[in-house]
């Protein structure tokens, strides 16, 4: 089955710095690729999707690539902020031909950005 | 803001009680998926309706059903609660078919005593 793999948090950084929070997926042929950012007491928000190989998702600063030859969508960001400070999670779909269109998600990672 | 809603926000209740968590779609949605966010299990799926029909079911308990009715709006009716269904459960709703995004609601926190 689908599953996503995830970097271990917490990740806490200073502000400014660089931010790249790993994802690894395993599925068969060409899933849709999604991070989520689930900020404390909130519910989850789409902060990111790509949906065919070497596309590339972005919105506010953050973006991901996937990569379909290493299976992965890191997220990444040039220069963090304290209003960054977050649960970033991975999540796949299945190619639409599967007609499966629930959400797959990983751990999650806890970010903390410092000032 | 998704336009999502979900009520209650909080709820406490007894192990072997009965709840129903409700659902508002955004304004458009067909689809309507039910989600558990538990310290152990994660971000699971628990089941998925598509214009008042079931369309697909996950790791949902037997003691959990749920319902999509005319309006859209969706009901998670949970019983014979044990102290393990303490968790977070979203709601989220999609155009459905080719749109591929799914917007979640805040979540109802569930505690079970």
């Known amino acids: 089955g689908n599953s996503v793999t995830q970097m271990e948090g917490p990740v806490t950084l200073s502000e400014e710095a660089f931010l790249t929070i790993n994802c690894t997926y395993t599925a068969t042929g060409y899933p849709s690729l999604f991070w989520y950012v689930q900020y404390p007491g909130e519910g989850l928000q789409l902060l990111l999707k790509?949906?065919?190989?070497?596309d590339k998702g972005s919105n506010k600063g953050f973006e991901a690539t996937y990569r379909k030859e290493t299976t992965s969508f890191h997220l990444e960001k040039g220069s963090v902020q304290v209003s960054d400070s977050a649960v970033y999670f991975c999540a796949l779909r299945d190619q639409p031909s599967n007609l499966n269109e629930k959400l797959t998600f990983g751990t999650g990672t806890r970010l903390t950005i410092i000032p | 803001d998704s336009g999502v809603t979900q009520t209650p926000k909080h709820l406490i209740t007894a192990t072997g009680q009965r709840v129903t968590l409700r659902c508002s779609p955004r304004s458009g949605d067909l689809s309507v998926y039910w989600y558990q966010q538990s310290l152990d299990q994660g971000l699971q799926f628990l089941i998925q309706y598509y214009n008042g029909e079931e369309r697909a079911k996950g790791n949902i308990l037997e003691r959990f059903s749920a319902q999509q009715f005319p309006d859209l709006h969706s009901e998670l009716n949970l019983s014979s609660l044990e102290l393990g269904d303490s968790a977070l459960y979203f709601c989220a709703s999609s155009v459905g078919g080719e749109t591929y995004e799914q917007y979640f609601g805040p979540g109802t926190r569930l505690t079970v005593t």
């Open positions: 790509a949906t065919k190989a070497d």
